[in-house]
Every structure is written in C-alpha cells, then in structure tokens.
C-alpha cells in the first residue's frame, strides 16, 4: 500500500523569544518572536527538500495553537496529526534565545513546563495513522519532556515499526532536561527499533562512555543493535559567528563509511536548528535514495551549512538551491559570487 507520508515526525513546538543580535535578555526592551522545536525543524526541512511530510504534536486550543499551525504549513509540513487541547491548562512552551559574540556564548533558558504536549497520549490520534508513513522520526528531547511524552514516544515508534515504517531517532542530548545517565538508560531501551542512528561524538562519549576514534564508535552502536544506518557530525566552532561543519555516515550492510569535505567558516547568523536541518537533509537523502548514502552526506552538510545562515530556528531552502550549494562545493573552479 502507498503510504501518504514520507516522513511524520513526533515533537513538541515552541515559541522562541529573542533580544535582538547584540542585546542580553536581561536589559532588552525588545523580544522576536519565532516558532520551532527539533522534530519540527526537521519535518519542514525534509519538505523543503521534496519529501511529504508531517508532524504528530500537542497543540493549544487558541490563537497561539493557530499560529504554531500557520507556521507548519507554511514551512513545508502537515499539521493533520496536530491535536489541540482545550481548557485553563492548555499551554505552548516557550524559551528564550540571547545570541552572542566570542568569548561570550549564546544562552538558553525554557519556559515549557507543564506545557500541552507533555499531556500527550496516543488514544488521541487514529490507528490509521501508524500505515501512513514511509519513516517516524522523534528525538531524545521528546523522551526527556517526562513520562507522558516518553511513553506516547516509545508507543509510536513501535506500532509504526510494526506497520513497516523506518525509525529515526536523534539522540539530540539536553543538559538542562536530563542527566546523561537518564538518557542513556532511556535511549538504550528503545535502540533495537531505531533504523536510523544520529549521534555526535561528543554525545557518544559523554552519554553513552564510549571509548576509541569516532568510526570504531560508529559502528560499535550497529554492532550492538539492528540499526542500519548511524549518522554523525562533526561541528567546529571557531567563534559563535564562524563554524565548520561536517559529517560522517556508516552503513551497516555495506559496513563502508561515507564523508565529503566539511564546509569551512561558515559565516553563521543563527545556529539553532542547524543540527536538525542536518537530519531533514540525511532523510531527504536517505529516503529517495536509499543504496547512496553519500547522497544523504551531501544532502545533510549542505541543508545544516544553509541553515546557519537563516534567522529562526526553522530552515528556509529548496532543493534546487541546495544542490547548486553541494555542486560549488565539490567544484575545485571558481564559482559565481552571486545568484543574479
């Protein structure tokens, strides 16, 4: 049967409050306002790259509920799997975002508990839902938003398991929602039905004590559980405004290793949801084109490189610009300085 989705996701979406570049949160007078959340980031980043896609969430029942879904579909995704709840309780998480310039580093502060999503429950969306899509991405941040959200995680991953989708599971660690051992013990028990595999080196050290170079770690997790593919990147920051970015592949049924060249000095405007744009382009590539991994490599790098460069979290591309970026960056020629 064909499925009417390529890729659902499964997250919470908040509001993102910013100073402007150059103010501190405690003094501004002014805040920007963006909508996102990693699971999000992803869904639009995959169809902005030709992929259908939606994202199953927890909504309120108001005007703030009507912009997240505004915004959804504007950026590429569905919102038919949004559900919205009513009542005094009903609440869209927020958190505050304050760049920075070296030595200074950007800052995070949340405002999400107790939200609507953390009350999430499957009972509240159909049984038809779990045969509709291709692939089921959720991250290690939607597992660390409390019971609720963990149970209702690990319930969908498993019936669209068994419904024949493929699973993709972000590790995405958060310091300020969990213990690394908490999520290790957590992420642990749900590796035998991930297909897909993202985790950084750092992670993978720090959470998960992994120990030897980043391949040997890489394929220690495909050893370990039946995961086919695991994905890691590699981020150098040499200043919050200049980043070099990357990425390493391993395919467990080829057991073959796939990397290009990173992107150098980035001139980077806004970090947030560049990882996650990483992950849309590595589905994007991995589910149009399963045997080239290398695709998914090309695909990831340059949608995570294109998003640095966008205010917001959410990524904001076309796959034709996108493949115009991955062939200058392959090219060893000159290349045109603007698009005119």
Not at 2 to 25: C, H, I, N, Q
Not at 209 to 226: C, N, Q, T
Not at 230 to 236: C, I, Y
Not at 312 to 317: F, I, R, V
Request: charged residues 25%; glycine residues 8%; aromatic residues 8%.
């Amino acid at each position: 049967m064909e499925k009417r989705y390529d890729l659902l996701t499964l997250g919470e979406v908040l509001l993102r409050l910013s100073p402007p570049a150059g103010e501190r949160l405690s003094r501004t007078g002014e805040l920007k306002l963006h909508v996102g959340g990693a699971e999000l980031n992803v869904a639009a980043g995959a169809g902005q790259l030709g992929l259908k896609t939606g994202i199953i969430t927890r909504l309120p029942d108001s005007e703030l509920g009507d912009l997240v879904c505004n915004q959804i579909r504007y950026q590429g995704a569905g919102d038919e799997f949004a559900v919205r709840e009513k009542g005094k309780d009903a609440r869209l998480g927020l958190y505050y975002y304050e760049t920075a310039s070296a030595p200074r580093k950007p800052a995070v502060v949340y405002d999400r508990k107790n939200s609507s999503f953390c009350r999430i429950s499957p009972e509240e969306f159909p049984e038809e839902m779990y045969a509709s899509a291709r692939c089921f991405h959720t991250s290690g941040i939607t597992l660390a938003l409390g019971e609720k959200a963990r149970s209702t995680a690990v319930f969908m991953m498993k019936r669209f398991k068994e419904q024949g989708a493929r699973i993709s599971f972000d590790v995405n660690f958060r310091g300020n929602l969990w213990t690394g051992e908490e999520a290790r013990v957590c992420i642990e028990e749900i590796l035998p039905l991930v297909d897909i595999f993202f985790c950084s080196e750092d992670t993978a050290r720090l959470t998960f004590h992994k120990e030897g170079k980043l391949p040997d770690i890489m394929k220690s997790f495909a050893r370990e559980y039946p995961i086919s593919v695991v994905a890691s990147t590699r981020r150098v920051v040499h200043s919050p405004r200049s980043h070099s970015f990357g990425s390493l592949i391993y395919s467990s049924s080829t057991d073959t290793y796939y990397q290009e060249e990173p992107y150098e000095n980035i001139e980077v405007m806004d970090r947030i949801g560049s990882g996650d744009a990483y992950v849309a382009g590595a589905l994007a590539g991995l589910l149009t084109d399963w045997e080239n991994p290398l695709r998914a490599v090309s695909l990831g790098n340059a949608a995570s490189a294109a998003k640095n460069t966008v205010a917001g979290d959410l990524p904001c591309m076309t796959l034709p610009e996108i493949e115009v970026m991955i062939r200058e960056h392959h090219s060893s020629g000159p290349t045109a300085e603007m698009r005119r």
